[in-house]
């Protein structure tokens, strides 16, 4: 297997949280990304699916290096980012970039679109001044926007308009790896296929690797080659996307693919809904062993003392006491 593009080594990104106001005191700590381990390939779009709260957009901001790790190492074509001065580190997020969830507040308001896409390019002279404004409409261009509104502000555009500008400021600077952190959540149904499609087609013209954040598993499905379930700041599940989402194998899994509505009436009268009792433990105090036995229907006395690795199983991984054995 080529070395990957990307590559986390048991990352763990933990807050600590102190009470009181003049006699500040340690009251715990979050363990927002707890042993995370993922290899990203040249080309590949990875999808990282979880409900709200189990450390998808910590794990992509420490990626980035905007939040720190506590352990493990981020590393980017072998060189660890976890490790690089701040001066380095500016170098090296030319490779790596990323999409933010909210195009309404990803983008200044008071700068123009050619102002939003020219700075990255100056600051880090892609391109020649006389030439910004050509790099610009070929960007703007790329992502399906007219070059003669560059002179606009972001209010001026819809939703999906400044998502597109939101990515073709991640491309300005041609990166190998872009972070898409659920760049369609804040977008109406009928504008989030567009900009799917748009990025699927992106990675395949210009040779990207994308990270695809979403809670929506038919949208990762679409755009996905391998997914990552992710549950209180672990990987339970990785494996092709239509392995984990046709045949899940993780019970937390099977919960979040029996939540995808099917178009069809008849079936989705007919299909049984597993709905998991109680809400998703604190990340300040979690359950021992397994942290998802408490939510669990086929827990057994081991899955509360026992912590679960991921291991290979059937063309994937899963974090499970009870792989292979579940109905």
């Known amino acids: 297997m080529a070395d990957p593009i990307l590559e986390l080594v048991d ?3 933990h807050f600590a949280v102190h009470q009181g106001f003049l006699f500040r005191r340690h009251a715990g700590t979050v363990k927002a990304v707890d042993g995370v381990s993922l290899r990203v390939e040249r080309g590949e779009v990875l999808g990282l699916v979880g409900e709200s709260g189990c450390g998808k957009s910590t794990l992509a901001r420490t990626i980035l290096q905007l939040l720190p790790t506590t352990a493990g190492k981020v590393l980017l074509a072998g060189t660890s980012l976890s490790d690089c001065t701040a001066r380095e580190l500016i170098a090296k997020r030319r490779d790596l970039q990323m999409v933010f969830q909210d ?6 308001p008071r700068m123009s679109v050619f102002a939003t896409l020219a700075e990255p390019l100056l600051t880090h002279g892609v391109c020649e001044p006389r030439d910004v404004t050509k790099v610009v409409a070929e960007l703007m261009e790329r992502v399906g ?5 560059m002179q606009k502000y972001p209010h001026e555009f819809s939703g999906g308009q400044r998502q597109r500008i939101a990515i073709a400021r991640a491309l300005a600077l041609h990166p190998k790896v872009i972070v898409a952190d659920e760049p369609v959540s804040a977008l ?3 504008i989030q296929a567009q900009i799917l499609n748009l990025l699927a087609q992106l990675v395949k013209d210009m ?3 994308l990270i695809f954040i979403a809670h929506d598993l038919s949208v990762v499905k679409h755009i996905s080659d391998r997914v990552a379930v992710m549950y209180l700041g672990k ?3 990785l494996g092709t996307a239509s392995d984990v989402i046709d045949r899940p194998q993780h019970p937390y899994t099977r919960a979040l693919v029996s939540a995808i509505p099917t178009p069809n009436p008849d079936v989705e009268r007919s299909r049984q809904r597993i709905v998991l009792p109680g809400d998703p ?3 300040i105090n979690p359950p021992s062993g397994c ?3 408490p939510r669990c229907p086929y827990a057994v006395a081991a899955c509360r003392s026992e912590v679960p690795m991921l291991k290979p199983y059937e063309n994937r991984e899963v974090s499970c006491l009870r792989t292979g054995e579940l109905p």
């Open 281 to 283: 433990p604190s990340p």
């Open 207 to 209: 040779g990207l690797s």
């Open 103 to 108: 195009p309404y507040a990803s983008l200044n």
């Open 11 to 13: 990352v763990k990104t």
């Open 188 to 190: 109406d149904v009928s």
């Open 291 to 293: 942290t998802f036995h």
């Open 235 to 237: 990987i339970v599940e």
């Open 145 to 149: 926007l007219a070059s003669r509104f």
